[in-house]
């Protein structure tokens, strides 16, 4: 079964960076996930894909200050120089042929 | 610019039936799969389902918890999807999103939501 598994929360301070993970079932080490950006009370936004030999490719729009990387199962979003903006919900999103799931989301907070 | 714009949500009695639609813009809407994502009230995303583009064989696949409840159908002429929601529960209670992607390639693009309350 095709998951995905995000902590539920994370902090970090001002101008400080964060990185945030997102595991994949172990069968589906390889695939590729996204990262989407819902901050309070907004519809989510796209950030970036992020592939398994750790390439991202960002939506457009997306500072440099966010970018995704890659080891075994886990993807990573790191985001350098936080901002207050940039407290949210960051959810991992993957897809199959015939299936997207979701991660449960991580709730950033900028302190 | 890509815009996703859903409407017909409201508020219906469990039981009831509802079809929110999805006009879309700023894309070959022939050729994009789209994918209805659903929030309920404090917790986080959901897939629902998704409308296959016709040269990915113009399917549609859904979600265990609407499967045969829910059914997503196109109008590639109108640039519209449909969700068409049957025998809805209170815990079909959410904001209801229209995304676009396509075969191979993550969410990109998000609307802006419609409401759906389940409620006596």
């Known amino acids: 079964q095709l998951v995905l598994t995000q902590s539920p929360s994370a902090s970090a301070s001002l101008g400080a960076s964060v990185k945030l993970t997102c595991t994949l079932s172990?069968?589906?080490?390889?695939?590729?996930i996204a990262w989407h950006q819902q901050q309070p009370e907004k519809g989510p936004r796209y950030l970036m894909k992020?592939?398994?030999?750790?390439?991202?490719e960002k939506g457009d729009g997306i500072p440099d200050r966010f970018s995704g990387s890659s080891s075994g199962a886990e993807r990573y979003l790191t985001i350098t120089s936080l901002q207050s903006e940039d407290e949210a919900d960051y959810y991992c999103q993957t897809w199959g042929s015939d299936i997207r799931v979701f991660g449960g989301g991580t709730k950033l907070t900028v302190l | 610019e890509v815009q996703l714009v859903e409407s017909g949500g409201g508020l219906v009695k469990p039981g009831g039936s509802l079809r929110l639609s999805c006009a879309a813009s700023?894309?070959?809407?022939?050729?994009?799969?789209l994918t209805w994502v659903r929030q309920a009230p404090g917790r986080g995303l959901e897939w629902v389902g998704h409308s296959k583009s016709a040269t990915d064989g113009g399917t549609a696949d859904y979600a265990a918890p609407v499967k045969g409840r829910f059914t997503i159908s196109r109008d590639d002429s109108k640039n519209t999807v449909y969700l068409q929601m049957n025998s809805l529960k209170t815990e079909d209670t959410a904001v209801y999103y229209c995304?676009?992607?396509?075969?191979?390639?993550?969410?990109?693009?998000w609307g802006q939501g419609t409401v759906v309350t389940v409620s006596s």
């Open positions: 992020v592939n398994d030999d750790g390439s991202h």
């Open positions: 995304t676009k992607d396509r075969y191979g390639e993550p969410i990109h693009e």
């Open positions: 172990s069968e589906h080490s390889r695939y590729a």
């Open positions: 700023g894309f070959i809407f022939k050729k994009a799969w």
